[in-house]
């Protein structure tokens, strides 16, 4: 079966979930396929969002398309809709694409707010070739992966909390693995129901690639893909607390061995949307 994956390409969606996850799967990997593209494969998958230009020729080449719609709603317009109005849009979104044969959910919550029995749960996989992180006797840098905007409205409790602690915040480091601890929270106009029940679970996968002990919002696709060694926060004192359990180093060194054992490799997550698409 040939398989190609497209989608408009560029974020960091694609790269996960187009680039290494198609290399993985063996498939041709091309941002916004012309017909041409599509006719010659048995299967395309969509990635996050359908250009109108895309969606003509999904149409018109009548391939086998299935969608995954990781990260697909608009932000921040989403973040002060409510369930009801989030479930709205993703019914209707789907609607308007006529639809495809299939969908790939990024978590389960998502799957059941849509309404509808079909489709396939595909999680994220962590970094391929992610190293592996090294426990340290005690906690000097803590650090954030992503762009700056989400996580803006969390910046003032961490600095005060690393000021407190006499340790380092980090921004995109040049490897999570180089943190103590991964956190993962959002904020103001990046937060809402969409992002809390809607969004992929790679930060966290990337935690347990790594072995980095993470604190993150109780988000469902964290939740799901737990391991049961993470700490949540959803507060500044809640991530106080947390950053206090995880002071002592045996205690990382057992979040370690844990997220290890639950990591989620690229070839795993390959098989998984094999499957899916060949269901």
Not at 213 to 241: C, K, Q, V
């Amino acid at each position: 079966m040939k398989i190609i994956i497209t989608g408009r390409g560029g974020a960091g969606s694609w790269s996960v979930r187009g680039e290494q996850l198609g290399a993985a799967m063996g498939a041709t990997v091309k941002p916004m396929a012309s017909m041409q593209d599509l006719k010659a494969h048995d299967v395309c998958i969509v990635v996050k969002r359908v250009p109108d230009e895309l969606l003509r020729a999904l149409r018109d080449s009548g391939v086998f398309w299935f969608y995954d719609i990781v990260d697909a709603y608009p932000q921040p317009a989403c973040s002060i809709w409510s369930r009801a109005q989030c479930t709205q849009w993703l019914r209707h979104h789907l609607k308007t694409l006529s639809p495809p044969a299939g969908v790939i959910w990024p978590n389960k919550k998502m799957k059941d707010d849509s309404g509808l029995d079909a489709g396939a749960v595909v999680y994220h996989h962590h970094r391929p070739g992610i190293k592996l992180h090294t426990v340290q006797p005690r906690i000097t840098r803590i650090g954030y992966e992503g762009s700056a905007k989400y996580v803006d409205a969390w910046l003032r409790p961490i600095e005060l909390e690393c000021a407190r602690r006499g340790i380092k915040f980090v921004l995109n480091p040049a490897h999570v693995s180089d943190l103590d601890v991964i956190i993962a929270m959002r904020g103001g106009i990046w937060d809402g129901y969409a992002q809390r029940n809607w969004k992929s679970n790679v930060k966290l996968a990337n935690a347990h690639g790594s072995g980095t002990p993470f604190i993150g919002a109780t988000e469902s696709g964290y939740i799901e893909t737990s391991s049961g060694a993470e700490y949540w926060a959803d507060t500044p004192r809640e991530l106080s607390r947390a950053l206090d359990w995880l002071d002592e180093e045996s205690t990382r060194v057992a979040v370690q061995k844990q997220f290890l054992f639950n990591a989620y490799p690229v070839e795993q997550a390959a098989r998984d949307m094999l499957c899916a698409v060949k269901s």
